[in-house]
């Protein structure tokens, strides 16, 4: 933990503009880790109304329910984070035009907006970081790709970085990777979920208790990813280890190659790179109207 990035971040005011799944992950994170005060968090979205009243209820931040309004809340913020659906995106960076100060901290984690359309939606000169956390960050598993503007300060970069280490791990990365980084990590934990689900459903139908075979296939994914952290060795070098010639994984591994598992993978994962440009183009195209 960066000390002085942390007594920085104590002192700070942070408005979450979105108050989704993404805003709390990062919130819960900051508040365990006791980076801040929840009074000094505010939290805001479009609907207000039952969400932000149970924000208030698990966090104690303030929101606008407490009086204030979006106006007065965004000003008064030294960092601002931006999450908000990618549709969404365009219309509320406008709304932040004459609210900010100079030196205001704008943290995005829309999926695909760079941070060129950002500066042109907010003024040139904004210190913008750009993100792609993922949802583990709610247990404080995240793992974030991190982008900065040429604006971003030393002492913002480690105000960032503390920021998102307090709820899992990240890696500072060109921007032009973000659309990699959304298909690896952003993405990433749903295609493990979708692995999970198959060997549930295959091992329903070999006959296998679906809750028996969810609590077994739970271990297996956990022990598996544990395997590669605590003993520094390779993906392949572990599938080694547990294929024995002849027998039963090198069997179940020729059908997955059979089917180019390998292949189809690899072009999942660009596809879902490709379609994080995209989406970033489609906030381009409807700001340019
Ligand atoms: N889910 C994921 O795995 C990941 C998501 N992301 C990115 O995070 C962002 C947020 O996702 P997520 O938290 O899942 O989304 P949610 O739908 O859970 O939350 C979006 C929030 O934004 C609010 N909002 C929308 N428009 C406005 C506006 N004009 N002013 C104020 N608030 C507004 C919504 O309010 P209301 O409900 O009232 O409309 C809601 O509180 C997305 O851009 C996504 O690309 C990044 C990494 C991973
Ligand atoms: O599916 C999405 O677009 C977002 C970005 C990464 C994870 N969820």
């Known amino acids: 933990m960066n000390t002085a ?3 920085a971040i104590s002192d700070l005011h942070v408005c979450f503009y979105g108050a989704g799944s993404m805003s709390e992950a990062i919130l819960r994170g900051m508040l365990q880790k006791k980076l801040l005060a929840p009074q000094r968090v505010s939290m805001l979205n479009r609907s207000g109304g039952e969400r932000l009243a149970e924000l208030k209820r698990l966090y104690n931040v303030t929101t606008l329910l407490d009086g204030g309004s979006k106006e007065e ?7 601002i984070f931006l999450a908000m659906k990618p549709k969404d995106a365009a219309e509320a ?3 932040l035009n004459g609210l900010l100060s100079p030196g205001t901290l704008i943290i995005s984690v829309i999926a695909g907006l760079s941070i060129e359309t950002m500066a042109f939606l907010l003024g040139a000169s904004q210190p913008i970081v750009r993100c792609m956390p993922n949802t583990s960050s709610t247990i404080g598993l995240g793992a974030t790709g991190i982008s900065y503007s040429a604006a971003v300060s030393q002492e913002q970069r480690e105000i ?3 920021i998102f280490s307090s709820f899992g791990i990240h890696a500072v990365v060109e921007e032009k990777l973000q659309g990699a980084i959304t298909g690896l990590s952003g993405s990433g934990p749903a295609y493990v979920y979708y692995f999970m689900e198959a060997m549930i459903d295959a091992a329903s139908q070999l006959g296998i208790e ?27 070098e572990l ?15 020729e059908v997955l190659s059979d089917g180019d598992w390998s292949g189809t993978f690899i072009k999942a994962m660009f ?14 195209r409807s700001v340019s109207k």
Request: charge should be neutral.
């Open 5 to 7: 990035a942390s007594n």
């Open 73 to 79: 809340l965004l000003r008064g913020a030294d960092i």
């Open 93 to 95: 960076l406008t709304q």
């Open 160 to 162: 960032t970085e503390t």
């Open 210 to 236: 679906r809750e028996t075979a969810h609590r077994l296939i739970l271990q297996t994914v956990t022990g598996a990813a544990e395997m590669v952290r605590l003993t520094g060795e390779k993906p392949e």
């Open 239 to 253: 599938r080694r280890k547990v294929t024995s010639p002849g027998g039963t994984t090198q069997a179940a591994i």
């Open 271 to 284: 596809r879902a790179a490709e379609r994080a440009d995209e989406m970033g183009r489609d906030i381009e």
